[in-house]
T-cell receptor, first 117, second 114 residues
């Protein structure tokens, strides 16, 4: 079974600064997908960014980028130019790429990020 | 607009009662999922369904039941056997061919035992 670990329960960052959220995972598979989801106070889950394990290039989406280290099983999220609207709980998640599986998402415990004005 | 609708947003249950949480999607997605969210524990999978009339237990299925009679609907019943049902419940769906893009989530139901 896969496990996802987020070791930072809470973090804070000043507006306009850069912050990095950590995530590690454990799997015996070689092909899989990784995700970062954001859950603001509204509690709506929003996909921030995704990475396919067979791609070496790190994914980027505007101010959000990842540092994917496959050998180390590490998948950190970097938020540049932090904005007040980035305040949210951030979840790292793993999905198997195995064909025929239920494609379940396994989530970490989350990191509560607060952007300070 | 396509999406997932969960209702009600807030639900109160007396001890010993069964309650049913509704989840409806108009995305034509094959797979649907129920997650439970507790503080500090992230999201844990309760049940999932890949096709109509079929569903599988997740990691914490005890005290819950589901049905999948229609592709669009995947209701979750919290039974009196669930010892600690107070939590936030999220429903999600995915297209089998596009699951690599993750799930679409509903807005959740907050269940409180009174």
């Amino acid at each position: 079974a896969q496990t996802v670990t987020q070791s930072q329960p809470e973090m804070s960052v000043q507006e306009a600064e850069t912050v990095t959220l950590s995530c590690t995972y454990d799997t015996s598979e070689s092909n899989y997908y990784l995700f970062w989801y954001k859950q603001p106070p509204s509690r709506q889950m929003i996909l921030v960014i995704r990475q396919e394990a067979y791609k070496q290039q790190n994914a980027t989406e505007n101010r959000f980028s990842v540092n994917f280290q496959k050998a180390a099983k590490s998948f950190s999220l970097k938020i540049s130019d932090s904005q007040l609207g980035d305040t949210a709980m951030y979840f790292c998640a793993f999905m198997t790429r195995f064909v025929g599986s239920a494609r379940q998402l396994t989530f970490g415990s989350g990191t509560q990020l607060t952007v300070l004005p | 607009d396509g999406g997932i609708t969960q209702s009600p947003k807030y639900l109160f249950r007396k001890e010993g009662q069964n309650v049913t949480l509704s989840c409806e999607q108009n995305l034509n997605h094959d797979a649907m999922y129920w997650y439970r969210q507790d503080p500090g524990q992230g999201l844990r999978l309760i049940y999932y369904s890949q096709i109509v009339n079929d569903f599988q237990k997740g990691d914490i299925a005890e005290g819950y039941s589901v049905s999948r009679e229609k592709k669009e609907s995947f209701p979750l019943t919290v039974t009196s056997a669930q010892k600690n049902p107070t939590a936030f419940y999220l429903c999600a769906s995915s297209s089998d061919s596009l699951s690599r893009y993750g799930y679409t989530f509903g807005s959740g139901t907050r269940l409180t035992v009174v």
